[in-house]
């Protein structure tokens, strides 16, 4: 096993009975809540292993090229199909135009498209749901702790990606700076934030 693996288990079980662990990724935002490239965790807690970039989940078709000693990095089903619609390039050989991106439940089968269905790209995807029910399972699993409720944190996973991107923006700046800093003012933010 890998020190990262080996650090990740021992925060998992330095938690507190049925502790709720949040979690922020870069490829999740709140109109879009989900994934279909893998997803990369990061925990929110300073408390967590340093850099806090946790897990990359990725899907069953890529098990082959898993590290077996990196138990961090591990395959997940989907559980959507994220239907991408593009417009038509006319006149040829000019780049499409994305038009909009919607999730759907992979309660059956996969989705197949027909050929008749041009500019429709469907794509295997993970919601905030399927990444916190992998989480679960690697913390009981790997851990030992199947009382550990994870949760993605939409408002602080906002704020410090976009605060990433638009770092011009002093605002933004201060308060990504000040949840990665200090716990109490993370949860004040959140409150005062969700109430906005």
């Known amino acids: 096993m890998d020190r990262d693996s080996e650090l990740l288990i021992a925060y998992l079980r330095s938690q507190s009975p049925g502790a709720f662990v949040p979690w922020i990724s870069p490829q999740f935002e709140s109109g879009t809540p989900w994934s279909t490239q893998g ?3 990061r925990i929110v807690d300073e408390e967590a292993p340093a850099p806090r970039w946790a897990w990359t989940i990725v899907g ?3 098990v082959d090229e898993l590290d077996p000693e990196e138990l961090w990095c591990f395959a997940w ?5 994220v239907h991408e619609v593009w417009e038509t390039p006319l006149p040829p050989h000019t780049a499409q135009q994305f038009v909009l991106e919607v999730a759907l439940s992979r309660d059956n089968e996969p989705t197949e498209l027909s050929p008749s269905q041009q500019g429709l790209v469907v794509h295997p995807g993970w919601t905030s749901d399927a990444v916190s ?8 699993v790997h851990a030992g702790r199947d009382d550990l409720h994870f949760f993605w944190d939409d408002i602080v996973g906002s704020l410090a990606f976009a605060a990433v991107e638009h770092s011009d923006s002093p605002l933004l700046r201060y308060l990504h700076d000040a949840i990665e800093e200090d716990a109490e003012s993370s949860s004040i933010l959140r409150r005062i934030l969700h109430n906005l």
């Open 39 to 41: 997803v990369d965790v």
């Open 60 to 62: 069953p078709d890529q």
């Open 133 to 140: 029910a992998a989480l679960m399972n690697w913390a009981t």
């Open 77 to 81: 089903p989907p559980d959507v199909d």
